[in-house]
């Protein structure tokens, strides 16, 4: 790997020349007149392309949810379901269990506890 001999005399000048630059004093009002300058050359015209697929951009949200906000409110109320009151026999007749008997379903086990 080659070393520079003088990279101290390179960075000292370095530094030297960084430490003798002083400050530059603006005129006033510097800022507004260039930003003017800058607003009369890019003169975009009122109706320009952007401009109008934003508007239209904003024309298609705002009747999307005026749409769904007139879905919402026109939908009737959904009603609860009666609930029927099914027994265990009912269960079964409808799943076909293939159990012959069906007393441990219900319940009806006679316990013997004499």
Same mark, same amino acid.
């Given at each position: 790997?080659?070393?520079?001999?003088? +990279?101290?005399?390179?960075?000292?000048?370095?530094?030297?020349?960084?430490?003798?630059?002083?400050?530059?004093?603006?005129?006033?009002?510097?800022?507004?007149?260039?930003?003017?300058?800058?607003?009369?050359?890019?003169?975009?015209?009122?109706?320009?392309?952007?401009?109008?697929?934003?508007?239209?951009?904003?024309?298609?949200?705002?009747?999307?949810?005026?749409?769904? +906000?007139?879905?919402?409110?026109?939908?009737?109320?959904?009603?609860?379901?009666?609930?029927?009151?099914?027994? +265990?026999?009912?269960?079964?007749?409808?799943?076909?269990?293939?159990? +012959?008997?069906?007393?441990?379903?219900?319940?009806?086990?006679?316990?013997?506890?004499?």
């Amino acid at each position: 790997m080659e070393t520079n001999q003088n +990279i101290e005399k390179a960075i000292e000048s370095t530094l030297g020349a960084a430490k003798n630059i002083n400050s530059v004093d603006v005129p006033a009002f510097y800022a507004d007149r260039t930003m003017q300058r800058i607003s009369a050359v890019k003169n975009e015209p009122f109706l320009s392309a952007s401009v109008l697929l934003k508007a239209a951009a904003v024309l298609v949200l705002v009747c999307l949810n005026a749409y769904t +906000i007139k879905y919402v409110f026109e939908t009737p109320a959904q009603q609860t379901p009666v609930v029927a009151t099914a027994t +265990i026999d009912d269960l079964v007749n409808d799943y076909q269990v293939a159990d +012959i008997s069906n007393d441990w379903l219900n319940n009806n086990k006679t316990t013997s506890h004499e």
